[in-house]
């Protein structure tokens, strides 16, 4: 691979203390999984301020009522306190106990209501009678509160409620955050996740700390390509950045959104609404090698930001793994989302797999082949083994194919059968237009390892490298 101020540009570098970062993570979700975060206000700055403790990245602003295509910011909301007292001045829910106890974004009220006014403001799930179910009235001014169905069947029917939100709405600013990291090609990518949600571990506290820990390991080497990182709320705050944005996000090649990424249950991946880009394609390679099995969800209009990044105008295609997606488990948008629902485990087996599917993103590279005529004389270049004709025939092992038995290579030599069968694929197919991720679909070698054996046939002068658009790499 090409240097670049002396060093590698190669993911590969990373060295990783996968139990650190788990710690670290674990410590993160404690830390900040109480802050009542929403789309606009206090919480959600806080958030980012951690989060830039770990991670350097920019916190940035847009003015309410900024309008935004077919939307305008809102005004900012920010909350002090909520309640609500029954007859005798007992307090039966609590905001201090639970920041889901709030319809987000409700507006101000200090009164004495009946039940029957009360019970038009309550909201519960029956089905789950002892979660706190999550709510928002963005864009419609209203109030509510949010208790368990155990809560709800306690209430006196016939009594009266002191009910109390102590919120303000205000013109403010719509907070959030990026950084970009700058690479050799002329190919970006996006890599977003939204802050906005309060104490809801899985969804999406859990994207967000992934965010901040990948913005740290990628800025810590080089790459060949360019990545976005954005931080927003969910929605308004997508359309926001692509409205301010507009130039440079029409030209990002593909991307992913973040979220989900801790829960309990199997991986997962939500396909671009292309279904076979590039980061379609990385992200299987990347559950093929590790043998891993995933539930493959088709692309849906109904999910995140990736809607608004797929737009007509922009058309990103924009990929999703995740751990228990949103949607597909039982405490989703409830408060059993909680610290005892995810682990950070999961967390940062997540971010590896990011991080490898990001990595086949950095070494799927063209190569053109300098001598194309005919096969090569590898033994002149030590390429081939040093004895010949070592196929296991077929009466002494007849389950494995001819393939696989012509190259159970003696140990004592050099090169291995494996990487003998690469350096053959490899010289075959490079062709100017074939890249390493075509041959190992093709083939079922790790990209990785194809990438190494590349390298090693580039610096015996049989490669060459090209751009993505068949020109010699820079």
């Known amino acids: 691979m090409k240097r670049r101020n002396g060093q590698e540009t190669d993911i590969t570098q990373l060295k990783i203390d996968w139990d650190k970062l788990s710690k670290e993570a674990d410590g993160l979700l404690q830390e900040l999984f109480p802050i009542c975060r929403s789309i606009t206000g206090n919480g959600t700055r806080k958030t980012l301020e951690k989060l830039r403790e770990i991670a350097q990245f920019d916190i940035k602003e847009i003015p309410s009522n900024t309008v935004c295509y077919d939307w305008a910011v809102p005004e900012e909301w920010n909350i002090v306190d909520a309640f609500i007292k029954d007859s005798k001045g007992n307090k039966i829910v609590d905001f201090s106990e639970s920041n889901l106890h709030i319809v987000n974004y409700s507006v101000p009220i200090d009164k004495i209501i009946p039940f029957c006014e009360l019970e038009e403001h309550l909201h519960y799930l029956p089905e789950l009678p002892n979660s706190i179910p999550y709510r928002t009235s963005y864009y419609h001014?209203?109030?509510?509160?949010?208790?368990?169905?155990?809560?709800?069947?306690?209430?006196?029917?016939?009594?009266?409620?002191?009910?109390?939100?102590?919120?303000?709405?205000?013109?403010?600013?719509?907070?959030?955050?990026?950084?970009?990291?700058?690479?050799?090609?002329d190919r970006e990518y996006l890599i977003s996740t939204y802050c906005c949600h309060p104490s809801l571990a899985n969804d999406n506290l859990s994207g967000q700390i992934l965010w901040a820990l990948l913005i740290r390991e990628l800025k810590s080497i080089k790459t060949r390509h360019s990545y976005r990182f954005v931080i927003v709320p969910e929605s308004i705050g997508a359309i926001a950045y692509l409205c301010h944005n507009e130039e440079s996000m029409k030209r990002i090649d593909g991307g992913f959104?973040?979220?989900?990424?801790?829960?309990?249950?199997?991986?997962?991946?939500?396909?671009?609404?292309?279904?076979?880009?590039?980061?379609d394609r990385v992200v299987q390679r990347t559950f093929d090698e590790l043998n891993v099995s995933y539930i493959a969800y088709p692309f849906d209009i109904r999910g995140s930001d990736e809607k608004h990044y797929s737009a007509p105008y922009f058309r990103i295609p924009v990929g999703t793994i995740s751990k228990d997606k949103y949607f597909e488990y039982d405490y989703y948008h409830t408060s059993l989302d909680n610290l005892d629902f995810v682990k950070s485990k999961n967390l940062i087996e997540t971010l590896r797999l990011y991080l490898l599917a990001i990595e086949k993103l950095e070494i799927n590279v063209i190569y053109e082949n300098l001598n194309p005529y005919c096969g090569l004389m590898l033994r002149k270049r030590n390429l081939y083994p040093k004895i010949g004709g070592q196929i296991v025939q077929k009466v002494a092992d007849t389950k494995t194919s001819h393939l696989e038995r012509e190259y159970k290579i003696s140990d004592n030599d050099s090169i291995c059968g494996s990487e003998l069968d690469m350096i053959g694929w490899l010289m075959f197919c490079s062709d100017g237009h074939t890249s390493v991720l075509d041959i190992s679909e093709k083939t079922k070698h790790p990209m990785r390892s194809l990438f190494e054996t590349a390298r090693k046939l580039e610096a015996h002068g049989l490669l060459k490298e090209l751009n993505y658009s068949g020109s010699e790499a820079i």
């Open 141 to 185: 001014r209203d109030w509510g509160f949010c208790i368990t169905y155990e809560q709800y069947q306690q209430l006196d029917k016939s009594g009266e409620y002191h009910v109390v939100i102590d919120s303000t709405h205000t013109e403010g600013v719509l907070t959030y955050g990026e950084t970009r990291i700058e690479g050799e090609t």
């Open 257 to 279: 959104v973040l979220t989900t990424v801790a829960g309990p249950g199997g991986f997962g991946y939500k396909n671009t609404y292309l279904g076979n880009h590039l980061i």
